[in-house]
């Protein structure tokens, strides 16, 4: 008693060790004395009695295998139309631009051309032909040319001499087409001519016939006025003189152009060309 009296006021946790002494010291003072301490064996095991049953746990029901879901009858599927999609429609390529075979030679482009030979009132008459030659090239659209080299031709459309003097000259000339390359292609225009010579139509026999006529008349003239020979002769020298004068005064004239004459040709209107390689004569 001592001892649970001890423990029990005990209460500082420093004097554990001495309470462990204490302890045994007292369980030596609590046993009565000369008391045997009789070893009990230990005593079997308790054996199951055939009549006690071990109440085991209830063993769980199985589950019921889950019913197989009803089979569905197969629906059939009914093909839908599909809308039907036009094929984009072929783009076609975009046209390639043909190449240009012509070209253009604008209006109011000026040609120099060389007379190919001589013309004169009294060698042509109106519609007549004749030529020249392109002294330089011309330019056109798309790289068309009309080389220089190329022939002109032109018409006679005036030709007149001029009678007893020069006023009555008349000669003129009008471009119609213009060759090159093997072909030929008309033109209108205008031609202004240079160079122009003037020559007496008449020879010396017919001028001596205009002065010997003049002193005729004048002859004939003196004696009708004076009525005497004197007066007759001095009449025929003075009307030698006129009609000399009215000889020289009233020749006729011819114009003309020499070989390599100068034309300056002026276009009326546009000319298309071929293109031609190279300068294409």
Same mark, same amino acid.
């Given at each position: 008693m001592l001892c649970k009296k001890f423990i029990r006021g005990a209460?500082? $946790?420093?004097a554990i060790v001495a309470v462990v002494g204490v302890l045994a010291a007292c369980g030596k003072k609590d046993q009565p004395p000369e008391s045997r301490q009789v070893e009990l064996a230990p005593a079997p095991a308790a054996q *199951?009695?055939? =009549?006690d049953t071990a109440t085991a746990a209830p063993t769980p029901a199985p589950k019921p295998a889950p019913k197989p879901a009803p089979t569905k009858k197969p629906v059939a599927v009914v093909p839908q139309p599909q809308p039907v999609v $036009? /094929? $984009?429609?072929?783009?076609?390529?975009? *046209?390639? *631009? /043909? !190449?240009?075979t012509?070209?253009? %030679? /604008?209006? =109011?482009?000026?040609?120099?051309?060389?007379l190919g030979t001589r013309v004169c009132t009294n060698t042509h008459k109106v519609g007549d032909r004749v030529t020249a030659t392109l002294g330089t090239a011309l330019q056109g659209t798309n790289g068309?040319?009309? $080389?220089?080299?190329?022939?002109v031709t032109l018409r006679v459309s005036e030709s007149q001499r001029g009678e007893n003097g020069k006023e009555g000259i008349r000669l003129g000339f009008e471009p119609v087409a213009v060759t090159f390359g093997g072909n030929t292609y008309a033109i209108s225009g205008t031609a202004v001519m240079t160079q122009m010579e003037t020559v007496r139509a008449q020879s010396t026999g017919d001028q001596a016939k205009? %002065?010997?006529?003049? #002193?005729?008349?004048?002859?004939? /003239?003196?004696q009708i006025?004076? !009525?005497r020979a004197k007066t007759a002769a001095i009449g025929a020298v %003075? =009307?030698?003189? #006129?009609?000399?004068? %009215?000889?020289? =005064?009233?020749?006729d004239w011819n114009a003309c152009l020499g070989e390599g004459a100068t034309l300056t040709i002026t276009l009326a209107s546009p000319v298309t060309v071929k293109l031609v390689a190279g300068s294409g004569l």
């Open positions: 209460l500082s $946790p420093l *199951p009695q055939l =009549g $036009p /094929a $984009p429609a072929a783009v076609a390529p975009a *046209p390639v *631009p /043909a !190449k240009a012509t070209g253009i %030679v /604008a209006g =109011g482009t000026t040609m120099t051309t060389g068309a040319t009309i $080389p220089a080299g190329a022939t205009k %002065v010997a006529g003049g #002193a005729i008349l004048g002859a004939i /003239a003196g006025i004076g !009525k %003075v =009307g030698a003189g #006129a009609g000399a004068a %009215v000889a020289s =005064g009233s020749a």
